[in-house]
C-alpha cells in the first residue's frame, strides 16, 4: 500500500507495539510463533510495528546468533500479506543501534525489505558525545526517516541535554520521537524542544514511558515563547507494553483520544491509567529495576499461548524471583485489561496461517 498513506496515519497517532522474539527450547527462532505474534499484533489493530528494537532483545545482531535481517523480512512480510487483504496501512518501523557504520548499515538493510522509518538507538553508546550522536543521527537519517529516541537509563540510555533534543529535531527528515525516559523532567524537554522548533509540525511525539501511558496521551502541554504560545503532546505509543494484551490498548487507546479532544478526561480513565501503570511494574519488573522485562512480556504471551515459552536469547535473562506472583496478582485485580477472550478466540486460524 502507498507508504504516504501509514505516515499520515503515524502523524495522527497509533498503537505501535515493540515486537518481541520467539524462540524455541534450543534458543533457536521459532518461525513459526514469530508470524503468530506479528498476525495478533496486527488483527489486534496496531497501526504499526516496531521490529528488531529492544523488546526483540539486541542481541539478535551477534553474528553468532544472525536474527537481525530474519526478523525484520519476516514481520515484513506479514504486514506485506495483511495489508493486501485488508487494505489497512501500517507504518513500518526497524529498531537500529551501534556506531554509524553497523546504524546505517541497519538502515539500508530495513530500507531494502520495505520499512519506512527506524527507531535510533542510543544504547551502549555512552562513549560518543551529544554532538557526536546528532552527527550519527544525520548520516542514519540519509538512509531512512529517523525516530529518536530517549531510553530510559536503566536499560541502558543516559540523560541527553535539553540542546541536544532541540538540535535533533531540527535535522531534516526526523519524522518523530519516542520519549522513554521514564522520568518527567526529562519528558518535558523532549515536548518542549519539538514544540518550539520550527520543524514542530513534521516531528509526532511518541510516549515510550511504560509507566506513564495514558497520562502522557491526555497531557497538552503549553509553553510560551516571546509572547507565542505553543502546543504539544503525544499522538501514540511505541511500547513494550503493548506488545501484551493489544487488542485491548487498542480499545484503551481510542477511548483516551475521544476523551482528549472533548477535554473532559473522565476519573474512570484516571483510574484505569494507575491500573496500567500497576500492570506494567509486573510485567517489566520494575521490583527488580527492570531486569526481567523482556522475560515477563514473554511470559504474559506464553500463558496466552502466543509463544511457546519465556526463553531469551540470554540463558541468565529470565523472570526475576516473585515476578511470575506478581504477573498473576495483575491478571486477577484487573481482568478488564488482557485480551485473552479475543487470542483465544483468533489463535488457531493464526497458527493455520502457517
Given at each position: 500500500m502507498n507508504g504516504q498513506n501509514a505516515l499520515s496515519k503515524f502523524r495522527e497517532g497509533i498503537v505501535i507495539p515493540a515486537h518481541p522474539l520467539a524462540l524455541n527450547k534450543d534458543r533457536k527462532l521459532d518461525e513459526k510463533r514469530q508470524r503468530?505474534?506479528?498476525?495478533?499484533?496486527?488483527?489486534?489493530?496496531?497501526?504499526?510495528?516496531?521490529?528488531?528494537?529492544?523488546?526483540?532483545?539486541?542481541?539478535?545482531?551477534?553474528?553468532?546468533?544472525?536474527?537481525?535481517?530474519?526478523?525484520?523480512?519476516?514481520?515484513?512480510?506479514?504486514?506485506?500479506?495483511?495489508?493486501?487483504k485488508y487494505r489497512r496501512p501500517i507504518f513500518r518501523i526497524a529498531g537500529v543501534c551501534g556506531p554509524i557504520s553497523q546504524a546505517v548499515a541497519e538502515a539500508e538493510t530495513a530500507q531494502k525489505l520495505g520499512y519506512q522509518a527506524v527507531l535510533l538507538s542510543p544504547g551502549g553508546m555512552a562513549y560518543l558525545s551529544e554532538e557526536e550522536l546528532i552527527h550519527r543521527t544525520k548520516q542514519v537519517a540519509?538512509?531512512?526517516?529517523?525516530?529518536?529516541?530517549?531510553?530510559?537509563?536503566?536499560?541502558?540510555?543516559?540523560?541527553?541535554?535539553?540542546?541536544?533534543?532541540?538540535?535533533?529535531?531540527?535535522?531534516?527528515?526526523?519524522?518523530?520521537?519516542?520519549?522513554?525516559?521514564?522520568?518527567?523532567?526529562?519528558?518535558?524537554?523532549?515536548?518542549?524542544?519539538?514544540?518550539?522548533?520550527?520543524?514542530?509540525?513534521?516531528?509526532?511525539?511518541?510516549?515510550?514511558?511504560?509507566?506513564?501511558?495514558?497520562?502522557?496521551?491526555?497531557?497538552?502541554?503549553?509553553?510560551?515563547?516571546?509572547?507565542?504560545?505553543?502546543?504539544?503532546?503525544?499522538?501514540?505509543?511505541?511500547?513494550?507494553?503493548?506488545?501484551?494484551?493489544?487488542?485491548?490498548?487498542?480499545?484503551?487507546?481510542?477511548?483516551?483520544?475521544?476523551?482528549?479532544?472533548?477535554?473532559?478526561?473522565?476519573?474512570?480513565?484516571?483510574?484505569?491509567a494507575a491500573q496500567i501503570t500497576d500492570a506494567n511494574s509486573a510485567f517489566f519488573d520494575a521490583a527488580n529495576n527492570f531486569k526481567g522485562c523482556i522475560a515477563g512480556i514473554h511470559e504474559v504471551l506464553r500463558r496466552q499461548g502466543l509463544m511457546e515459552g519465556t526463553w531469551c536469547i540470554d540463558k541468565h535473562e529470565t523472570l526475576s524471583p516473585g515476578q511470575a506472583e506478581e504477573i498473576d496478582r495483575v491478571y486477577q485485580m484487573y481482568p478488564h485489561l488482557n485480551d485473552d477472550e479475543f487470542v483465544q478466540a483468533n489463535i488457531e486460524k493464526w497458527l493455520n496461517l502457517c
Open positions: 503468530v505474534l506479528t498476525r495478533y499484533y496486527l488483527h489486534a489493530g496496531a497501526g504499526g510495528l516496531a521490529v528488531a528494537v529492544h523488546t526483540t532483545q539486541f542481541a539478535i545482531r551477534d553474528p553468532k546468533v544472525g536474527l537481525f535481517e530474519p526478523v525484520l523480512r519476516i514481520a515484513a512480510e506479514e504486514m506485506n500479506a495483511y495489508e493486501k540519509e538512509v531512512l526517516p529517523v525516530i529518536g529516541f530517549y531510553l530510559q537509563s536503566s536499560v541502558g540510555g543516559r540523560v541527553l541535554s535539553y540542546e541536544y533534543w532541540q538540535r535533533i529535531c531540527d535535522i531534516e527528515n526526523v519524522i518523530g520521537i519516542k520519549c522513554a525516559s521514564f522520568n518527567r523532567y526529562q519528558t518535558i524537554d523532549v515536548v518542549r524542544a519539538a514544540a518550539l522548533s520550527d520543524r514542530s509540525e513534521e516531528i509526532s511525539l511518541y510516549t515510550g514511558n511504560d509507566d506513564n501511558i495514558i497520562i502522557d496521551l491526555l497531557t497538552r502541554y503549553r509553553f510560551s515563547k516571546n509572547g507565542i504560545v505553543k502546543e504539544k503532546g503525544f499522538v501514540g505509543g511505541l511500547l513494550g507494553h503493548w506488545a501484551v494484551w493489544t487488542h485491548k490498548a487498542v480499545e484503551i487507546f481510542q477511548k483516551v483520544k475521544e476523551e482528549a479532544v472533548k477535554q473532559d478526561v473522565s476519573a474512570e480513565l484516571l483510574t484505569l
